[in-house]
Structures are given as structure tokens and as C-alpha cells.
């Protein structure tokens, strides 16, 4: 992805008018509606044969649709269990294995839990365990970019600043923006101003080239005193997403933003037409 390609809009999975519910449907649909991207949703496991994910690979090629992918909900790269930490491993993997044999560039996951450990030794953990993950992956030759997001609740690791750590200091490793996560742990960062700063300390930490291919989550969102509380539609929601979009446009920032909202391909609609109209 070049900065002239500029910032495809699209769906968390299948759009809900796609005439059927396969990932390869979910792509016609994305082209027909003129949309630029789609998440592959991995939420409740890596589900997708090798023929499947080839076929995938093809349409979306056919209709230069970017691809990424989205790991499994049940990973913790902080998990106590020497087996759960195997399996948070290895879901990331087989995300990654799938998700190159469809020809997606990017593998978005919830990294861990705190768990009532200090979030210094989480990170140092979490660390470690990234590192192993992308040493495999490169071993077997798959170049997917690895991008845990930034999370919506006090309770989960990944706050923005942990997020560009992780992605200055792990080679193969990138942030996943999602502003609502962000504006609904912090209470605030629903502003232009807020959000230019949250992308001037992407530029400082990782340089221009990360707003050049950035990944972005967005939705509305309905938060309280711990964070998130759940995606809504951004009509149903106080989330200044004209704000976001402005600042994006203004900062230059190229590559794909991924709608979360319920109404998906609603919503996806939306931002690309307002962010198209500014
Ligand atoms: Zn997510």
C-alpha cells in the first residue's frame, strides 16, 4: 500500500447485504457497494480450508479488494497456563498462515489481559511472546504484518502508547488504531486536535511510513468508568468520527480503516462518503 492508494474504507466481515455468508460473497458485495476493504473475521476460530482461503485470495484480487484479517477472540499473550499461552500462539499463527494464502497484509488480535500484574511486566511478556510468533512466521517465509490493537477496557492490555511500543521495538510488528477503543478507555480523545496529537506519536514513534500503511478500527461505541462497554452504531453514539475522518485527510494517512459498527456496510458507507465529501 503507497500513500497514493490513499485510505480504503470497508466492513468487520461479511456485509450483512451480501447475498450469502461466505467471505467470497462478502467481496462481491464490498465491490459492488464500491468499498475498498474487508476484515476477514476469525473471532471464533481459524474455520477457513486452504482451497477456501485461495479462492478468497482470487476475488479479491479480481477486484483489488485489500484484505486483513482478524484473529481469534480467545488469545493471551499473558495467560498464567503454559498451554494457554501455546494456544494464544498458535491462533495467531494459523490466522497468519490463512491470511497469506489469501493474500491479506495484515492479522489484527487482543493481545492479553492484565490480570492484576503490573502492566510493565505484561508488556516485557507480551513482548517475548511476539517476538516468537513473528521468528516463526518468518521462518516459514509468511511476511503478514502482526497488529494487536489498541483495546477499549482498563482491564485489557493495550493502550495506545503500549500498542507503539510494541510496534517500535518488535520487527513484523504495527499498530491497529481503533479510535473508538481509545475515546471510550480514555473518556476523552474525541476531538480534531486529540486526534492529530494520536498521530503525531504514531509519526514520532514509528516514523511516516506507519500513517503511510496504517490500520484503523472504527465504530461508535458506549463506554463508562472501566472503558468500553459496546460497539453501536455511529449515529447511536457521541463519537466525532467527521473530527477523525478530518484529521486522517488532513495528516495524509493512507491504507485501511475497518468499520465495527452493527450496521457494518452502513456505516462503512458513511465514512467513506463524508471522508470523500471533506
Ligand atoms: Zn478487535
Redesign the pocket.
Given at each position: 500500500m503507497t500513500n497514493k492508494e490513499g485510505l480504503l474504507f470497508g466492513t468487520a466481515g461479511i456485509p450483512d447485504s451480501s447475498r450469502e455468508r461466505t467471505s467470497q460473497a462478502g467481496i462481491e458485495r464490498i465491490h459492488e457497494l464500491e468499498l475498498g476493504c474487508m476484515e476477514v473475521e476469525f473471532v471464533k476460530g481459524v474455520n477457513m480450508t486452504p482451497p477456501t482461503a485461495r479462492g478468497v485470495g482470487n476475488a479479491a484480487a479480481k477486484r483489488a479488494i485489500r484484505l486483513s484479517a482478524?484473529a481469534p477472540y480467545f488469545i493471551n499473550l499473558n495467560a498464567k497456563e503454559l498451554e494457554k499461552m501455546a494456544a494464544s500462539q498458535e491462533r495467531i499463527i494459523q490466522t497468519a498462515r490463512v491470511t497469506a494464502l489469501f493474500g491479506g497484509d495484515s492479522v489484527?488480535f487482543?493481545p492479553a489481559f492484565y490480570l492484576k500484574d503490573e502492566p510493565s511486566k505484561v508488556y516485557a511478556t507480551v513482548k517475548k511472546n511476539l517476538e516468537q510468533i513473528v521468528a516463526k512466521l518468518r521462518a516459514e517465509g509468511n511476511r503478514v504484518c502482526i497488529r494487536p490493537?489498541v483495546m477499549g477496557r482498563v482491564s485489557q492490555f493495550g493502550t495506545l502508547e503500549e500498542v507503539l511500543q510494541l510496534s517500535a521495538e518488535v520487527d513484523g510488528v504495527a499498530p491497529?488504531l481503533?479510535f473508538a477503543h481509545w475515546h471510550a478507555r480514555t473518556g476523552k480523545s474525541n476531538s480534531y486536535n486529540e486526534f492529530i496529537a494520536m498521530l503525531k506519536k504514531v509519526e514520532n514513534k514509528l516514523g511516516r511510513k506507519a500513517l503511510d500503511n496504517m490500520h484503523i478500527?472504527l465504530s461508535g461505541i458506549s463506554y463508562g468508568p472501566k472503558g468500553e462497554n459496546k460497539h453501536v452504531d455511529l449515529d447511536e453514539s457521541d463519537f466525532k468520527y467527521e473530527e477523525l475522518l478530518r484529521a486522517l485527510k488532513d495528516y495524509n494517512v493512507a491504507g485501511a480503516l475497518i468499520c465495527?459498527s452493527p450496521n457494518l456496510e452502513k456505516d462503512a458507507l458513511l465514512l467513506q462518503q463524508t471522508y470523500r465529501k471533506l
Amino acid at each position: 500500500m503507497t500513500n497514493k492508494e490513499g485510505l480504503l474504507f470497508g466492513t468487520a466481515g461479511i456485509p450483512d447485504s451480501s447475498r450469502e455468508r461466505t467471505s467470497q460473497a462478502g467481496i462481491e458485495r464490498i465491490h459492488e457497494l464500491e468499498l475498498g476493504c474487508m476484515e476477514v473475521e476469525f473471532v471464533k476460530g481459524v474455520n477457513m480450508t486452504p482451497p477456501t482461503a485461495r479462492g478468497v485470495g482470487n476475488a479479491a484480487a479480481k477486484r483489488a479488494i485489500r484484505l486483513s484479517a482478524h484473529a481469534p477472540y480467545f488469545i493471551n499473550l499473558n495467560a498464567k497456563e503454559l498451554e494457554k499461552m501455546a494456544a494464544s500462539q498458535e491462533r495467531i499463527i494459523q490466522t497468519a498462515r490463512v491470511t497469506a494464502l489469501f493474500g491479506g497484509d495484515s492479522v489484527v488480535f487482543h493481545p492479553a489481559f492484565y490480570l492484576k500484574d503490573e502492566p510493565s511486566k505484561v508488556y516485557a511478556t507480551v513482548k517475548k511472546n511476539l517476538e516468537q510468533i513473528v521468528a516463526k512466521l518468518r521462518a516459514e517465509g509468511n511476511r503478514v504484518c502482526i497488529r494487536p490493537e489498541v483495546m477499549g477496557r482498563v482491564s485489557q492490555f493495550g493502550t495506545l502508547e503500549e500498542v507503539l511500543q510494541l510496534s517500535a521495538e518488535v520487527d513484523g510488528v504495527a499498530p491497529t488504531l481503533d479510535f473508538a477503543h481509545w475515546h471510550a478507555r480514555t473518556g476523552k480523545s474525541n476531538s480534531y486536535n486529540e486526534f492529530i496529537a494520536m498521530l503525531k506519536k504514531v509519526e514520532n514513534k514509528l516514523g511516516r511510513k506507519a500513517l503511510d500503511n496504517m490500520h484503523i478500527h472504527l465504530s461508535g461505541i458506549s463506554y463508562g468508568p472501566k472503558g468500553e462497554n459496546k460497539h453501536v452504531d455511529l449515529d447511536e453514539s457521541d463519537f466525532k468520527y467527521e473530527e477523525l475522518l478530518r484529521a486522517l485527510k488532513d495528516y495524509n494517512v493512507a491504507g485501511a480503516l475497518i468499520c465495527e459498527s452493527p450496521n457494518l456496510e452502513k456505516d462503512a458507507l458513511l465514512l467513506q462518503q463524508t471522508y470523500r465529501k471533506l
